[in-house]
């Protein structure tokens, strides 16, 4: 039988060696989510978990529904690439279910939902300068070959 | 490539091809890690070093570079070019009658993988539960085949071709039937497969096949491939000759990826890949709708 991993990519910070007293624990087991329901084309249906670990809301684990590596392995990025941040990594929970546990850890008391909503922002722009740069690159490319013909 | 690179570049740029291994493929340019960089996220600095270059773009296929981005995030596209660009396609097959030697299954799957020629912009998702499917999310396909014995034949031939009529059913003999105001929206002949000449099932004299089919709209298929390294394959070859081994360093850019994407033909290559940053900014604006909904609670 084949061991199947849950995925798990930690970037711990090389300069900084104190890890917070926040256990890692898994949310998956307290989660009250909401499964979408299954359909046989289903239009994309999200729906996230916030479970604040205690009193300290600098550590945050998200359990994000209908995900994988897609969104988790970009996020986690440009999440990553936030100063503020002690820990972030993701996981998949397990193959058969479509949902990772994307777990964030801030240093400075700053409450680990910023980081996250600057994270999908931060994506956003990514995106939105890649879509313009390739559009106008087809643009010029379609009107350099109807020149030259 | 500078001849010597520093060590400290070539940690963060270079991906190391050695004799028996990879090294270096994680990225490891994050705050802190390095003393003396600032790498925090700057979009100023991503849009400064970012670009695409189109190499070649045909009707179904086209090749392109991206530089200055990393692997999450092009791993991203890919992943969503695969799988999750919607297009339209059968999902319901209603067999009324099929006499043919194909089963019904086998029948429906293979009418399951015919790409069909319909704009999935242009339509919605079904919703969840719904058995009949409305014109704004449901195109209905008709085949309707019926083999015949050919009495023009002569007398001692054994080709098929001549023997019978209609023993082949091509994808070409799928006919739409619009539904609602489907023929005005989309004109008369422009909802077909892609390709013409799939071939279905074939059948002899007596058999026949009444089908109808529903398109919804899905996940769909493109192919894409993502190479690194232009027009260089790398090859470890060098590192197989002593004299050399010690002397060649194989390195490859972390940043550049190359983009060769094959469409099935039913979008043009360069929107599907427009479709595809959009899936991904859909994403991220559903998970910023969210919070912004569970923090006013």
Not at chain 1, 64 to 91: A, Q, W
Not at chain 2, 15 to 33: K, M, S, Y
Not at chain 2, 282 to 295: I, M, T
């Amino acid at each position: 039988m084949i061991w199947t991993c849950a995925i798990s990519l930690f970037s711990v910070r090389v300069a900084y060696g104190l890890v917070p007293a926040c256990q890692w624990k898994s949310a998956v087991s307290k989660c009250k989510s909401v499964l979408p329901p299954l359909a046989e084309c289903p239009p994309p249906v999200f729906s996230s978990q916030v479970q604040a670990e205690g009193a300290d809301e600098g550590c945050i684990t998200f359990v994000l529904h209908e995900e994988d590596h897609t969104l988790g392995n970009s996020l986690r990025y440009l999440v990553m690439k936030n100063p503020d941040i002690e820990f972030c990594g993701y996981s998949i929970t397990h193959p058969s279910e479509s949902k990772i546990n994307f777990r964030i850890q801030t240093r400075g008391g700053v409450p680990a939902v910023e980081p996250f909503r600057k994270g999908l922002n931060d994506l956003t722009d990514v995106c939105q300068h890649v879509l313009n740069t390739f559009q106008a690159r087809v643009k010029d490319f379609k009107g350099q070959s109807e020149a030259m013909d | 490539m500078a001849a010597s690179m520093s060590n400290v570049e070539e940690l963060r740029n270079r991906v190391i091809l050695n004799e028996f291994g990879v090294r270096n493929v994680h990225t490891t340019d994050f705050p802190g890690n390095y003393p003396g960089y600032n790498d925090s996220w700057n979009l100023k600095k991503f849009q400064k070093k970012f670009r695409i270059d189109i190499i070649q773009m045909e009707e179904n296929s086209m090749e392109f570079d991206m530089v200055g981005i990393d692997a999450a995030i092009a791993n991203a596209f890919r992943r969503i070019l695969l799988a999750e660009v919607p297009t339209m396609a059968v999902e319901k097959v209603f067999v009324y009658n099929n006499t043919s030697i194909i089963q019904d299954e086998i029948l429906a799957h293979r009418l399951g993988l015919v790409p069909i020629r319909a704009d999935p912009r242009l339509f919605e998702y079904r919703n969840a539960g719904d058995e009949e499917g409305t014109e704004i999310d449901t195109i209905q396909l008709q085949l309707k085949v019926k083999c015949t014995r050919n009495p023009r034949a002569p007398r001692d031939s054994s080709d098929p071709r001549e023997l019978y009529i209609n023993h082949m059913v091509y994808s070409r003999d799928i006919k739409w039937v619009p539904i609602g105001n489907q023929a005005d929206v989309f004109g008369e002949a422009s909802i077909a497969p892609v390709h013409d000449d799939i071939l279905l099932a074939q059948l002899r004299p007596g058999q026949e096949l009444d089908i109808v089919m529903h398109c919804v709209k899905g996940i769909g298929e493109a192919v894409a491939r993502v190479l690194n390294s232009r027009l260089d394959t790398c090859s470890r070859e060098v590192l197989r000759h002593d004299d050399l081994k010690n002397v060649v360093k194989l390195g490859r850019v972390r940043d550049h990826f190359i983009f060769s994407v094959e469409s099935t033909g039913i979008l043009a290559p360069d929107v599907l890949v427009c479709e595809a940053i959009n899936v991904l900014m859909a994403k991220c604006r559903k998970f910023l709708n969210e919070l912004d909904a569970a923090e006013v609670e």
